[in-house]
């Protein structure tokens, strides 16, 4: 457009674009029907008196039986589209909101515009009802709230139990190095079980996979470093996080003090499902050779804490952690509300 030129009026510019010698209203009709049809919009005319008059695209569930075109709809709701229109045509204002109804599916949302149909005298004549089913997207909005809910909570349990491993890794560290030190590593085997939770779009974590991750990290992926067997079953988000941690531990513990600190060592879990009446619950046990029987140093503080008290008590089960005859021992028993078989 040339600078100083001015805005064509729409009436000028609907001209251009149709032909006016080709212009056929009951062809536009006829589109303007099928538009609505595509873009799922209902309409409703109604005259003064609110009897109706004509309706467009209007699904069986809303044909209308008794002169209003609001069959599906509780009595509350029809009586809130009859106000709006009578104060549409007592003010001659628009109106515009959301109502639901009992579908087979569940319920099902609407938006409605309530407009006045005024004559040229400003009379109002009639009053038009348009209505769009929005269902789908209320469904996504309530899913998205729902997500937001649990990510939150989820969110605060992780937190919860980052301040824990740090309290309890101050109490126990002699300096801020030591400190440091244990605590990035505990802080990496979360993040280690982290990444298969959300992986998983927050299932959980299966435990074999949970367990090669943790031991893989300290030893370079080195498949004779841990033999598993057994049982593998799908762990839900918070055993994951707990059951990697009891696996951290006992990593560092070993490659400290137990077999994963020679050349060519390796460690055992063994995985199982064992039934008591009607209930399940996963038994695993932890095992591996040491030089010298006695109590060590490192279990005595957060990793025997974390392995006994901290983890058995997150998870509803119990813990054992025994060492003689030069082998260690770890036994965790988890009650199957942490854990599903597939």
């Known amino acids: 457009m040339a600078a100083g030129a001015e805005k064509e009026p729409a009436e000028k510019l609907d001209s251009e674009i149709i032909d006016p010698s080709l212009r056929d209203d009951s062809q536009l009709g006829r589109a303007l029907l099928f538009a609505l049809r595509n873009a799922g919009v209902s309409v409703l005319y109604q005259d003064h008196d609110l009897r109706t008059v004509w309706a467009r695209n209007m699904p069986a569930p809303w044909a209308a039986t008794s002169g209003h075109g609001d069959t599906i709809l509780p009595p509350s709701q029809t009586d809130r589209l009859i106000e709006a229109r009578k104060n549409a045509v007592a003010t001659g204002k628009p109106d515009r909101f959301e109502i639901a109804a009992p579908g087979d599916d569940g319920m099902r949302w609407f938006e409605v515009w309530i407009d006045p149909d005024i004559a040229r005298d400003g009379s109002v004549r009639g009053v038009m009802t348009t209505k769009v ?3 789908e997207r209320k469904r996504r909005e309530q899913s998205l709230r729902a997500l937001l809910r649990d990510v939150s909570h989820r969110s605060k349990n992780l937190l919860a139990i980052i301040q824990s491993i740090a309290s309890q890794t101050g109490r126990y560290s002699e300096t801020i190095a030591d400190f440091l030190t244990r605590f990035q590593g505990r802080l990496q085997s979360l993040a280690s079980s982290q990444d298969l939770v959300t992986s998983s779009n927050w299932r959980g974590a299966q435990l074999r996979e949970l367990i090669h991750g943790q031991v893989g990290r300290y030893t370079d992926g080195n498949q ?7 049982s593998d079953p799908y762990l839900n988000p918070n055993a994951a996080l707990h059951i990697g941690l009891a696996m951290h531990e006992l990593v560092v513990n070993s ?11 390796s460690v055992s879990v063994v995985s199982e499902l064992t039934r008591s009446g009607e209930a399940t619950s996963l038994r695993l046990r932890w095992s591996e050779p040491f030089e010298f029987d006695g109590e060590l140093p490192a279990l005595r503080q957060f990793g025997r804490t974390t392995l006994e008290r901290v983890v058995p008590l997150s998870l509803n089960g119990q813990a054992s952690l025994e060492m003689a005859n030069g082998q260690l021992e770890y036994c965790l028993t988890v009650p199957h509300g942490n854990f599903e078989t597939e």
């Open 255 to 265: 490659l400290s003090h137990g077999a994963l600190s020679r050349p060519g060592g």
């Open 133 to 135: 089913e929005i269902t």
């Open 224 to 230: 004779n470093s841990l033999q598993f067997e057994g």
